[in-house]
């Protein structure tokens, strides 16, 4: 598990930040306490609000569970998405399926339907171990389709706002 440290002022940063969370037993029960703070932490940086950082909440072992969406309202606080973290790692499962966590952030999650506003940058973070089941599918694919997605998003807002 990584930790890391924000050294610069992200309170005024204004993103859709996607968390995508492995909640696998290669965690350990022993981690999900210090995941569970990692997560409200880093989330804690942040002005979660309906005028600020909309962020969107993932876990995935075997199957990818994707508990609110960016246009969530009862999610545009720090507190509602830090209760949700932490209600919502209770149990750890195997095995590890990235590739389908991907799929559900590319296809549902980093979606207009789903909240994600042109013109606001667009951040995954993905907490795992690093370990693969070896029949996960190679997702190489995905993330080239999450990046084209972002920056497609981010051509039509400025073409929107460029030719008015």
Known sequence: MAYFLILSDTSKCKLDLGLLVDTTKSI??????????SLVSLVNQFNVSTSGTHVSFETFEKESTLHNKFNDDHY?????????ITNNITKLDSPTRLDKALKMARELMFRDESGQRAG??????????????????DFFLEIVALKVSSLLSDFQYLVKHNAS
């Open 28 to 37: 350990t029960y022993a981690n999900v306490p210090k995941l569970k703070a």
């Open 76 to 84: 545009h606080s720090n507190k509602a998405i830090g209760d949700l």
């Open 120 to 137: 606001v940058r667009s951040t995954m973070v993905l907490y795992t171990d690093g370990r693969s089941h070896p029949s996960t599918q």
